[in-house]
């Protein structure tokens, strides 16, 4: 088998596969759900950063989905053009 990364063993490689593989689809799915969050929280301190602290709620969650979705749909969802207001 092919190794995942560089910089891991290939027997440590396969326990964390075998985990994977006794994992239940609704685990599995918990944890993207889990690594989901992780990354919009990390793209909001980002954000918060950027643009101040004093972001309303709305402008954060704005500039949040203005990172997943693509120009056309924010203008015509939510009247938010990321390439003027920003990311």
Not at 25 to 32: N, Q, R, T, Y
Not at 43 to 70: F, H, K, M, T
Not at 71 to 77: P, Q, S, W, Y
């Amino acid at each position: 088998m092919k190794p995942q990364s560089s910089d891991t063993p290939q027997e440590i490689e396969e326990i964390i596969l075998q985990g994977y593989r006794r994992m239940s689809p609704a685990e599995k799915l918990s944890i993207v759900g889990d690594l989901n969050q992780a990354a919009q929280e990390m793209a909001l301190a980002r954000i918060r950063v950027q643009y101040g602290p004093n972001l309303s709620e709305r402008e954060e969650r704005l500039r949040l989905a203005a990172l997943w979705l693509d120009r056309e749909i924010m203008v015509r969802v939510f009247n938010w053009d990321p390439e003027i207001e920003g990311y």
